[in-house]
């Protein structure tokens, strides 16, 4: 199976919270950056999603469905949710019911900006809910805001996630910009690619999918229902939404309701694909982020099959050394950074600190290496090298976990 790796932006806000931007506005400038999709993360709102078909169709930038919940006690960013859901009053004993809610809808949960100067600079930005079970968090954002790899706030939530990937926590890593203003910016940007699986992924069918009856191409109503039905495992049933009406009338209904509702045989069909690949990938831990070039890590098992960032390798005694494999993608939203001429370097780090420091360049983006994993219960790649004119960790790899 081949993974895709398309850049995304995976929060953001516009004017329906506190950001100065229109979701038009976001996504424009998000094309102009090179990104595949953005996520749409208004504070304890989702209104400004009401128009994401149309944008989504006129900038060709997939903008998937999210809330950024905002409290007294921290953050927490959600995405590909179908329905509001209110947790402004969660205390901080009540975490894992609001998870639940979300999971229970086929969305993710992540910490936002874990360590950010909280009060009075910005009320609940510090994260101080007892998490009691991390495996319930999907990823955590550690890296916010512009040039985030300077930052010493996003030090402190880059330890955090080694310290629960040491602890045998399979939990992905994100950037998330924190987007309020599509002005050009003036400091580094960084993405966060996701590998999107071909063929593999599903689609995302929430409710704020496509509707049957809304746009409909030449299909029956019942016909769309039920494709709508089949298509996600995630999509509501026909009747769940209704009074026990028929399902014709449940599917009308459904796509009439929100002004949400995308049309069948609109272009929409590829895109929501998109999204339940997006979504289907960070659940999975397939995931890199970069402010420049796109770090890649693989391991070529004995029996000749490979796996790549996210998967899990089951790790012969006998079977050592390894062979890994470590590249750059400098094609990776090619033209939308700057990186002087240089050797860089891509770090193997896991469970047991650095494994090996690999040095590669345009000239030689990619190599194999052969490593004793004996105790590596993990693996990721940090891409380090001058950037924005300091040597700086420009990028990394999620992990590919052993066991
Ligand atoms: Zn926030
Ligand atoms: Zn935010």
Redesign the pocket.
């Known amino acids: 199976m081949t993974d895709k790796w398309l850049p995304f932006e995976l ?1 953001c ?1 516009t004017y329906h919270s506190d950001g100065k931007q229109s979701l038009a506005e976001l996504a424009a400038a998000a094309k102009a950056l090179g990104l595949s999709g953005v996520a749409l ?1 208004d ?1 304890n709102t989702m209104t400004g999603l009401a128009d994401r078909d149309n944008v989504a169709e006129q900038s060709g930038v997939e903008i998937i469905p999210g809330l ?1 919940w ?1 409290t007294f006690f921290g ?1 927490m ?1 959600t995405l590909g949710i179908r329905e509001y859901v209110d947790w402004r009053n969660l205390s901080p004993f009540h975490l894992h019911r609001g998870i639940e809610g979300v999971h229970r809808q086929g969305g993710l949960v992540g910490i ?2 874990p360590f950010r100067v909280g009060s009075p600079m910005c009320t609940g930005c510090y994260w101080e809910f007892e998490v009691s079970d991390w495996n319930a968090v999907d990823y955590i954002e550690v890296w916010s805001g512009l040039f985030p790899s300077i930052r010493r706030n996003n030090a402190r939530a880059f330890a955090l996630w080694t310290e629960l990937l040491n602890r045998g926590y399979r939990i992905a890593a994100t950037s ?1 910009r ?1 987007w ?1 203003v599509s002005d050009p910016a003036s400091e580094p940007v960084s993405a966060t690619f996701l590998g999107i699986r071909e063929g593999g992924a599903g689609e995302w069918g929430g409710g704020l999918a496509r509707g049957a009856g809304s746009a409909g191409g030449d299909d029956g109503e019942g016909a769309s229902c039920e494709r709508e039905g089949d298509a996600g495992g995630l999509a509501r049933g026909a009747g769940s939404a209704s009074g026990g009406d028929g399902e014709g009338a449940s599917c009308e209904r459904e796509g009439g309701a929100g002004g949400l509702a995308r049309g069948a045989g609109s272009a929409g069909g590829d895109n929501a694909g998109l999204i339940g690949g997006a979504l289907d990938a960070l659940r999975h831990g397939r995931a890199a982020v970069s402010m420049g070039p796109l770090p890649l890590l693989g391991v070529l098992a004995a029996d000749g099959s490979r796996a790549g960032i996210g998967d899990t390798v089951a790790l012969q005694r006998e079977r050592q050394p390894v062979v890994i494999t470590a590249g750059i993608d400098f094609d990776a939203r090619a033209g939308h950074w700057e990186l002087p001429e240089q050797q860089l370097q891509l770090k193997l780090v896991g469970n047991l600190g650095e494994m090996a420091d690999v040095a590669l360049s345009r000239q030689k983006p990619q190599t194999e290496l052969r490593l004793d994993l004996s105790g590596v219960r993990w693996l990721r790649g940090e891409l380090h090298g001058v950037f924005g004119h300091v040597r700086t960790m420009i990028g990394f790899t999620n992990a590919i976990y052993f066991t």
């Open positions: 929060h806000h993360t504070h950024e905002t953050h960013l936002a900006h998330g924190d309020h």
